[in-house]
């Protein structure tokens, strides 16, 4: 009785699966469509334009020292840059910078060996970091 019911929901769950990659599959073909008719790009609006590349106008905004650091991010609100850094000798953590007040930091120790990856939430009120060590801390920022 159990094999048989165990049966049914395999056939019924491949159903599904195969329901899946149907609508995959119609979807790529549907993007491939677009893709073939894509606009092309509009003529440039005057020949001194066209003849100019486009410049980026930047300028910094500020210079943060860190140690042995491979990753940061950035909030989607402006107002924190997390930096994952070496603290100490065995010591990793987060460098979490205010981008309101670039003099209001905070360095959270977290990790033995370097962190690999910084996210931060989309409401800045969380910070997860990953290590080499293998491990996710997820820290409670003090900006909020």
């Known amino acids: 009785m159990e094999v048989a019911k165990l049966k049914l ?7 599904e ?9 119609e979807l790529l073909e549907e993007n491939s ?3 073939s008719m894509a606009l092309p790009p509009p003529p440039p609006s005057s020949p001194q334009s066209a003849a100019r590349p486009a410049t980026w106008a930047y300028a910094k905004f500020a210079s943060i020292v860190c140690s042995d650091s491979r990753v940061c991010a950035i909030s ?5 840059l997390g930096v994952g850094t070496k603290l100490g ?3 990793h953590g987060l460098l979490q910078v205010s981008l309101l007040d670039i003099q209001h930091r905070a360095s959270i120790p977290l990790h033995r060996l370097a ?3 910084v996210a ?7 910070v997860a970091t990953t290590a080499m060590d293998g491990k996710l801390h997820i820290v409670r920022t003090s900006m909020t």
């Open 9 to 15: 929901q395999h056939a019924a769950l491949q159903l």
């Open 17 to 25: 699966c195969d329901k899946h990659k149907n609508r995959v599959m």
């Open 33 to 35: 469509m677009l893709k």
């Open 76 to 80: 989607l609100r402006g107002d924190l």
């Open 89 to 91: 000798p065995d010591s």
């Open 115 to 117: 962190i690999r990856d």
């Open 120 to 126: 931060v939430s989309t409401d800045s009120k969380y």
